[in-house]
């Protein structure tokens, strides 16, 4: 099961001018104060070759998106802020209110998610015991749309984040015995 991510300070308490910030090239000194947000520089996503995925959601309140994916997922705070960097198991997600156009992306704003009752991406977090994490979860204070289903070839549940945010939570049952999912007509051929 997740379990705490200490935030906001790894060990309880903030650092000061003496502390070592782990993983900083060299060992060097790191001074936190509330001008400068908290950095776990072994954590940060910079794969040593090749690619790694992270997802990026725009929200409207970082500290409360930031609570719930550390908190209440139990996720590790890498970078507290601009952008806010959450490593959630072996992913991160990235998470920084929407903006206007760039340079890197002219013509493109960054706007909040309108949740609704359709949707076309989700997170889908795949758990070794789905009625535990519901558990847990919903005790966290985590919407769940319904409690975990039993669907063949695996249990889930969904849930909103707190920009409503779809979030699939799934245990794979029967798929572990070569049992897929069953196709909806919509799927089939024709």
């Known amino acids: 099961m997740p379990s705490s991510s200490g935030w906001p300070w790894p060990n309880g308490a903030p650092p000061d001018e003496r502390d070592v910030c782990a993983g900083h090239p060299g060992g060097k000194v790191t001074n936190m104060t ?3 947000p908290y950095i776990d520089f072994a954590n940060l996503p910079v794969p040593a070759e090749g690619i790694l995925a992270t997802l990026f ?3 409207r309140k ?3 998106s930031r609570d719930f994916y550390s908190r209440v997922l139990g996720g590790t705070v890498v970078l507290e802020e601009n952008p806010c960097m959450v ?3 072996n992913s991160w997600i990235i998470m920084n209110p929407g903006g206007p156009p760039t340079p890197d992306k002219p013509g493109i704003s960054v706007v909040d998610y309108e949740p609704g009752d359709t949707t076309s991406i989700f997170l889908n977090l795949r758990v070794a015991d789905i009625q535990a994490c519901y558990e847990e979860w919903k005790a966290k204070g ?3 749309v319904t409690p975990p289903i039993d669907r063949g ?5 969904y849930i909103r984040d707190p920009d409503g945010y779809l979030i699939e939570v799934g ?3 029967g798929l572990l015995h070569g049992k897929l999912a069953a196709k909806r007509p919509e799927d089939l051929p024709g």
């Open 153 to 157: 070839a695996e249990m889930r549940c």
């Open 62 to 64: 970082v500290a409360r």
């Open 87 to 89: 490593k959630l198991a």
């Open 171 to 173: 245990q794979s049952t």
């Open 34 to 36: 509330e001008h400068s």
């Open 57 to 59: 959601i725009t929200v």
């Open 142 to 144: 985590a919407e769940f």
